[in-house]
């Protein structure tokens, strides 16, 4: 089966600039997440949706990232004003159904650097 | 909500020895615990996972303990060989909470030649 595609793979803008990344899941998945991957940390959630509904936007900064996933099949998440401490990797991944215990699989990620 | 705490941070072992590493979890609601491998550069990779009514899990060199009482899971990789070297992460999956994960902070896992 293809995997989680990302794009852009490698980002680099300037504070205050926007900038978006682009998710497309495994083919049947319903649920897709968004992680923030810090380097030498573990990924940490930022956005759950279960098809095109959230589930968890608790540790999303709404203040200046938001995320969509209309009709349930890929994702955008944006940052905007991107900040220096958004500078990581944005792990995409897909999982057959939330609840269930189905493990997530992951997209190669977008490595953003903001300067 | 979870907390996961995994140990140690690194992790240098010689060929053929055997490495462990341990996470913690918080939340009794969790019911699934995925290991993850992220080499350099790459996504993270399933390579074993255990369900919260096993106790032990093994597949070739590698095995997955949870104790449930404890709310402690534990990765084994015996036999290390250079290509297990590494980043391991361990995650809690809630059975509730929309099925939310939580990872751990990472294991660099370095095996001498």
């Known amino acids: 089966e293809a995997g989680v595609a990302q794009s852009p793979r490698y980002k680099i803008i300037e504070k205050r600039q926007s900038v978006a990344f682009w998710c497309n899941p495994i083919s049947g998945h319903a649920t897709l997440y968004w992680y923030q991957q810090i380097l030498g940390q573990g990924p940490k959630l930022l956005i759950q949706f279960q098809n095109n509904g959230v589930v968890d936007d608790s540790q999303l900064p709404k203040d200046r990232f938001s995320a969509e996933r209309l009709k349930g099949v890929d994702s955008t998440l944006k940052i905007q004003p991107a900040k220096l401490e958004d500078s990581a990797v944005y792990l995409c991944?897909?999982?057959?159904?939330?609840?269930?215990?189905?493990?997530?699989?992951f997209g190669n990620g977008t490595r953003l650097t903001v300067t | 909500g979870e907390n996961v705490e995994q140990h140690p941070s690194t992790l240098s072992v010689q060929e053929g020895d055997s490495a462990v590493i341990k996470c913690t979890y918080s939340?009794?609601?969790?019911?699934?615990f995925p290991w993850y491998k992220q080499e350099l550069g790459k996504r993270p990779q399933l390579i074993i996972d255990?369900?919260?009514?096993?106790g032990e899990k093994k597949d070739q060199r590698i095995a997955v303990t949870l104790n449930k009482t404890a709310k402690h899971f534990s990765l084994h990789i015996t036999e290390t060989q250079p290509e297990d070297s590494a980043v391991y992460f361990c995650?809690?999956?809630?059975?509730?909470?929309?099925?939310?994960?939580?990872f751990g902070d990472g294991t660099t896992l370095t095996v001498k030649p």
């Open positions: 995650a809690a999956k809630s059975g509730t909470n929309a099925g939310k994960s939580t």
């Open positions: 939340d009794s609601a969790s019911n699934y």
């Open positions: 255990i369900r919260s009514n096993v």
């Open positions: 991944a897909s999982s057959l159904e939330g609840l269930s215990n189905s493990p997530l699989h």
